[in-house]
């Protein structure tokens, strides 16, 4: 899935801001009570490092 929005990524020359929201999840981001579910932190975690390694090289 993918928002607009303003982010800092609108300052990278090259870059892209990027987070987490899986299909059929609900988006708590900057909520009262947001939390996210252990199996989608390691889940996105695991997307993380490979776009730091991709982006990395």
């Known amino acids: ?3 607009g929005g303003g982010t800092y990524a609108r300052a990278l ?3 892209v801001a ?5 299909p059929g999840r609900e ?7 947001e939390s996210i579910l252990i199996e ?3 889940r996105m975690t695991a997307i993380y490092v490979d776009a730091m390694y991709e982006l990395a090289k």
């Open 1 to 3: 899935m993918a928002i």
């Open 18 to 22: 990027f987070g987490p929201l899986f």
């Open 27 to 33: 988006d708590l981001a900057h909520q009262k009570n």
């Open 40 to 42: 989608d932190f390691v």
């Open 13 to 15: 020359k090259k870059g």
